[in-house]
T-cell receptor, first 113, second 112 residues
Framework: KAGVTQTPRYLIKTRGQQVTLSCSPISGHRSVSWYQQTPGQGLQFLFEYFSETQRNKGNFPGRFSGRQFSNSRSEMNVSTLELGDSALYLC????????????FGPGTRLTVT | GEDVEQSLFLSVREGDSSVINCTYT??????LYWYKQEPGAGLQLLTYIFSNMDMKQDQRLTVLLNKKDKHLSLRIADTQTGDSAIYFCAESTGSSASKIIFGSGTRLSIRP
């Protein structure tokens, strides 16, 4: 079974731009969660999508948004990029039911200059 | 509120047991998890425990849960150099328990 894939793996953007990251979950998984990982703040939950609906969200500004398609692939968008958005963005795939065993992708490293 | 705390570093001699501790605040958490992250890699789920259990053992790993004190620990028996990594404790919360909150991670280093 193929693992979780994230594209692109690395991205450099400038302040004010917007970016879209993509995540393809494990086949059959209906839940995709997104996390931001930084040295200062650690791993922070952004949001979770299940069957195309946002089911949970963390405490991030509205500049961070996401969506999920009917094939369970998910995209995350960040608008009006700030320097502080530089981070490793991880997505995790799960069946969406207890016990929420999550399988993580390798991440997208975003650098904002 | 939701908060998960861990100590940042742990150094253990090869062959000894490692014990990584974690405290959490959400008493309604249904599952608690341990993840491992090796350098340059994503997170790997090691094990999890349901909140109505006290202990779970899986080969070299033992998870202990003290629900009254909201304390979780991961014991790694016979620690090997390949166990060097960052270990994250996490709790499930949210309306459907699918919101996972992670601790800051404990960096485990192994001494020869």
């Amino acid at each position: 079974k193929a693992g979780v894939t994230q594209t692109p793996r690395y991205l450099i953007k400038t302040r004010g731009q917007q970016v879209t990251l993509s995540c393809s979950p494990i086949s059959g998984h209906r839940s995709v969660s997104w996390y931001q990982q930084t040295p200062g703040q650690g791993l922070q939950f952004l949001f979770e999508y299940f069957s195309e609906t946002q089911r949970n969200k963390g405490n991030f500004p509205g500049r961070f948004s996401g969506r999920q398609f009917s094939n369970s692939r998910s995209e995350m968008n960040v608008s009006t990029l700030e320097l502080g958005d530089s981070a490793l963005y991880l997505c995790a795939s799960s069946s969406g039911t207890d016990p929420y065993e999550q399988y993580f992708g390798p991440g997208t490293r975003l650098t904002v200059t | 509120g939701e908060d998960v705390e861990q100590s940042l570093f742990l150094s253990v001699r090869e062959g000894d047991s490692s014990v990584i501790n974690c405290t959490y605040t959400d008493s309604s958490s249904t599952y608690l998890y341990w993840y491992k992250q090796e350098p340059g890699a994503g997170l790997q789920l090691l094990t999890y425990i349901f909140s109505n259990m006290d202990m779970k053992q899986d080969q070299r790993l033992t998870v202990l849960l003290n629900k009254k004190d909201k304390h979780l620990s991961l014991r790694i028996a016979d620690t090997q150099t390949g166990d060097s990594a960052i270990y994250f404790c996490a709790e499930s919360t949210g309306s459907s328990a699918s919101k996972i909150i992670f601790g800051s991670g404990t960096r485990l280093s192994i001494r020869p």
